[in-house]
Antibody
C-alpha cells in the first residue's frame, strides 16, 4: 500500500524557516516524481513544487520561487521542502503528492494526509 | 502560467441528479487534465486523468470529457458520498495549476 507521511509542520514567525519531510513507503520511491501541494485554510489547492524521480529537475510556483527548495533522498525514501523567509500567506496544509510518472509533469495518484504550517507572530 | 477556471463555484443538487462541472484552461492543454475529489479535512483523491481516464476503484458514474481548453466532469447519478469539492488540474506545463474548486452541496 502506498503511504506518504508528512512531518515538520508547526508555528513559525514571519521571516522564519521550516523544513518539511515526507516519508514514502509501499512503492519504489526513486521511480516517481513527487510534488508539494498546499491548501490555505478554507481555500483551494495550490501546487508548490515538483522534483523528478532522479532529483535532477525541479520546478516551483512563482509564489515560492527563491524562498523554497525541494529535494529528495532516494536512499531514505524521503522528500523534503526547505522553506525560508516565510510569510503569513504561506500558512496552509502542505501535502506531499506522488506523480504517476518519473518526469515532473503529471497527475497525482497518491497523497499524504498533510502537515499544517502556520506563519504568525 | 496556465489559468484554470471552474464553473460553477458552488452547485446545489439532490441525490440521483446528473451533475456537470466545467473546467476551462487559458490555453490549450490537449488532454493533460485530471480531476480530484476532496472532502473536508481529507486529502484530495484522484478521480480521472488524461481528461477521461477513470482511476482504478472510482465508480463508473464519474466520467470526464474534453480537450484543448474546455473540459467537463459528469456525475451521472449523484450519491450521498459524492457531496464534496471537486478540482481540475492541468499538467501540460511544468508549472501545474488547479482550478479554484466546485463545491457540490445537498439541495
Amino acid at each position: 500500500e502506498v503511504q506518504l507521511l508528512e512531518s515538520g509542520g508547526g508555528l513559525v514567525q514571519p521571516g522564519g524557516s521550516l523544513r518539511l519531510s515526507c516519508a514514502a513507503s509501499g512503492f519504489t520511491f526513486s521511480n516517481y516524481a513527487t510534488s508539494w501541494v498546499r491548501q490555505a485554510p478554507g481555500k483551494g489547492l495550490e501546487w508548490v513544487s515538483v522534483i523528478s524521480a532522479s532529483g535532477g529537475s525541479t520546478y516551483y510556483a512563482d509564489s515560492v520561487k527563491g524562498r523554497f527548495t525541494i529535494s529528495r533522498d532516494n536512499s531514505k525514501n524521503t522528500l523534503y521542502l526547505q522553506m525560508h523567509s516565510l510569510r503569513a500567506e504561506d500558512t496552509a496544509v502542505y501535502y506531499c503528492a506522488k506523480t504517476y510518472s518519473s518526469g515532473p509533469r503529471g497527475y497525482f495518484d497518491h497523497w499524504g494526509q498533510g502537515t499544517l504550517v502556520t506563519v504568525s507572530s | 502560467d496556465i489559468q484554470m477556471t471552474q464553473s460553477p463555484s458552488t452547485l446545489s443538487a439532490s441525490v440521483g441528479d446528473r451533475v456537470t462541472i466545467t473546467c476551462r484552461a487559458s490555453q490549450s492543454i490537449s488532454t493533460w487534465l485530471a480531476w480530484y475529489q476532496q472532502k473536508p479535512g481529507r486529502a484530495p483523491k484522484l478521480l480521472l486523468y488524461m481528461a477521461s481516464g477513470l482511476e482504478s476503484g472510482v465508480p463508473s458514474r464519474f466520467s470526464g470529457s474534453g480537450s484543448g481548453t474546455e473540459f467537463t466532469l459528469t456525475i451521472s447519478s449523484l450519491q450521498p458520498d459524492d457531496f464534496a469539492t471537486y478540482y481540475c488540474q492541468q499538467y501540460n506545463s511544468y508549472s501545474q495549476t488547479f482550478g479554484q474548486g466546485t463545491k457540490v452541496e445537498i439541495k
